[in-house]
């Protein structure tokens, strides 16, 4: 169950910044024990993944504080996101071994599409909303929830890595947030109740 909890949280936090929890996992294989890739994604603590990781990461977070501009950002992480869930939720499978489980090592493709498919569902979610916020705000929200979304997905990307239960709390408040945004869009749209 930790290993879902751990890859399912690692997967949103992908759908909300893909960069955030890559380096989350990177970072903490290359400088400490407390992940170990899977031989096939060791790649990922290089100081070459990293570095492109990062730059990329600056990039992401400037160009999505920018209103219309964050709309084009989000098409073109169309597909880094979900596979950037697929990546993390796999490389953390490792941690199947703390559970004595081998099933997750005999089955290494389902890891990679759990992400994918968590992933893209949050970044679906996050597209969809983002247009919203910055029309109701005349784009006065766009850095705002951006700085929100960011700060989320390193939330849970520690929270997976470290107290994988804490997840639970934090996809609820997550889902929670989401549909409370899609209420207020559609009191919106619909506009005042004649009388």
């Given at each position: 169950?930790?290993?879902a909890?751990?890859g399912?949280?690692?997967?949103t936090?992908?759908?909300?910044?893909?960069?955030i929890?890559?380096?989350?996992?990177a970072l903490?294989a290359?400088?400490?024990?407390v992940?170990?890739l899977?031989?096939?994604l060791?790649?990922?603590e290089s100081?070459?993944?990293?570095g492109?990781?990062t730059?990329?990461l600056?990039?992401?977070?400037?160009?999505?504080?920018?209103?219309?501009?964050d709309?084009?950002n989000?098409?073109v992480?169309?597909?880094?996101r979900?596979?950037?869930?697929?990546?993390?939720?796999?490389?953390?499978?490792?941690?199947?071994?703390?559970?004595?489980?081998?099933?997750?090592?005999r089955?290494a493709?389902?890891?990679f599409?759990a992400?994918?498919l968590v992933?893209?569902l949050?970044?679906?979610?996050?597209?969809?909303v983002?247009?919203v916020?910055?029309?109701?705000?005349?784009?006065?929200?766009?850095?705002?929830?951006?700085?929100v979304?960011?700060?989320?997905?390193?939330?849970?990307?520690?929270?997976?890595?470290?107290?994988?239960?804490l997840v639970?709390?934090?996809?609820?408040a997550?889902?929670?947030?989401?549909?409370?945004?899609r209420?207020?869009?559609?009191?919106?749209t619909?506009?005042?109740?004649?009388?």
């Open positions: 169950m930790l290993v909890l751990t399912i949280g690692l997967a936090a992908a759908g909300l910044n893909a960069y929890p890559f380096l989350v996992v903490l290359r400088l400490t024990d992940v170990t899977p031989d096939s060791t790649w990922m100081w070459w993944a990293i492109i990781g730059v990329l600056v990039a992401d977070v400037v160009l999505d504080k920018v209103p219309v501009v709309t084009v989000d098409a992480q169309t597909a880094i979900p596979l950037s869930g697929g990546v993390v939720f796999a490389a953390t499978s490792a941690a199947a071994d703390l559970e004595q489980s081998d099933w997750v090592e089955h493709w389902v890891p599409v992400g994918v992933a893209g949050v970044h679906a979610g996050k597209a969809t983002r247009p916020v910055n029309a109701a705000t005349l784009g006065a929200g766009a850095p705002v929830v951006s700085t979304e960011d700060g989320t997905s390193v939330g849970l990307s520690l929270a997976a890595v470290f107290v994988p239960l639970l709390v934090l996809l609820v997550l889902v929670v947030a989401f549909v409370m945004l209420r207020r869009r559609r009191a919106a619909r506009g005042p109740d004649p009388a």
